[in-house]
Nanobody
């Protein structure tokens, strides 16, 4: 069983930055496919970043270059850095992990289609 615990969210002004963390507990291997998702009020959940089993980063075409996903295998921790925050980034941010091999050759839709383990989320609120 894997437990994911996010932290690092908060209320910030537009233009600021945040680094979200996701600590993984339990049996988790470095090859697990891991990602970040977000859900704003009244909107569907969307994937914002994936780090593949071979440690490559993938983002949706629609996502601007303000998001950076990274992972520290020694600490079993996943990160998401968000720069130049905008009010439209306001959402609950979730990390997720799946015990499958995923690669950067897969489309972002395929990469984010199915994750077994989810965290409880961390709220990011951006004011103008």
């Amino acid at each position: 069983q894997v437990q994911l615990v996010e932290s690092g969210g908060g209320s910030v002004q537009a233009g600021g930055s945040l680094r979200l963390s996701c600590a993984a507990f339990g049996v988790i291997n470095s090859y697990y496919c891991m990602g970040w998702f977000r859900q704003a009020p009244g909107k569907e959940r969307e994937g914002v970043a994936v780090i593949t089993s071979d440690a490559l980063r993938r983002y949706p075409d629609s996502m601007p270059g303000r998001f950076t996903i990274s992972k520290d295998n020694a600490k079993n921790t996943l990160y998401l850095e968000i720069n130049s925050l905008k009010p439209e980034d306001t959402a609950m941010y979730y990390c997720a992990a799946d015990p499958r091999w995923c690669t950067a050759t897969q489309s972002f839709a395929v990469l984010t289609a199915s994750f077994r383990y989810w965290g409880q989320g961390t709220q990011v609120t951006v004011s103008s």
